[in-house]
């Protein structure tokens, strides 16, 4: 079982500020990484697929990037808004298998 | 676009006691995951299946879960007999062809407790 790390595991911020979260992963064998957003008493819902290294993409104020090299994934939020309050997940897939390596997560909560 | 539908969303029941959870998922979709999450921890595949076959249940606990899918469509989930440690969120997902670059599309999930 692969190890996928995320940070912090829970936030707190004033609505306007802007955010970032971690997301760690091995760096070999990669293939594929998502980001979720799971809302409370809600279905999880896709954010980004991201496959190569470098990759960057961006869904209103929502934007993530990717290192392969290094095994790492970023997810930036600006402005915060509190209906961006939820836990958000990334998930690892390596070349080797079709599995996915879900991470803990990080709950964020944005303060009105 | 109908979503990944599963039910009940809740359910509580003692611990020996049966249980089942239904899956219904995009229509068209290929694959059918099923996904066990407990508290504090990121969902943790349990079975895959790609139509009616099963392409990866190695992290099922076979001596008490099961799950069908049956005609490649709908699929089910039992706990028989249902321990404590399994006390979680059940999420259902679906994908087209289930590809590592495929989205999987997540149903609500059932929030399972073992008294």
């Known amino acids: 079982i692969l190890n996928v790390e995320q940070s912090p595991q829970s936030l707190h911020v004033q609505e306007g500020d802007s955010t970032n979260f971690t997301c760690s992963f091995p760096s070999s064998n990669f293939y594929a990484l998502h980001w979720y957003r799971w809302e409370t008493a809600k279905s999880p819902e896709a954010l980004f697929v991201m496959t190569l290294n470098g990759d960057e993409k961006k869904k209103g104020r929502i934007s993530a990037t990717l290192n392969t090299k290094e095994g790492y994934s970023y997810l930036y939020i600006k402005g915060s808004q509190p209906e961006d309050s939820a836990t958000y997940l990334c998930a690892f897939m390596t070349n080797t298998g079709n599995q996915f390596y879900f991470g803990t997560g990080t709950s964020l909560t944005v303060i009105p | 676009e109908a979503g990944v539908a599963q039910s009940p969303r809740y359910k509580i029941i003692e611990k020996r006691q049966s249980v089942a959870f239904w899956c219904n998922p995009i229509?068209?979709?290929?694959?059918l995951y099923w996904y066990q999450q407990i508290l504090g921890q990121g969902p943790k595949l349990l079975i895959q299946?790609?139509?009616?076959?099963?392409v990866d249940d190695s992290q099922l606990p076979k001596d008490r879960f099961s799950a069908e899918r049956l005609k490649g469509v709908d699929s089910t989930l039992k706990i028989q007999p249902a321990k404590l440690e399994d006390s979680a969120v059940y999420l259902c997902?679906?994908?087209?062809w289930g590809a590592g670059a495929d989205t999987q599309y997540f149903g609500p999930g059932t929030r399972l407790t073992v008294l």
């Open positions: 299946f790609q139509n009616n076959g099963v």
């Open positions: 997902a679906s994908s087209f």
């Open positions: 229509s068209g979709h290929a694959t």
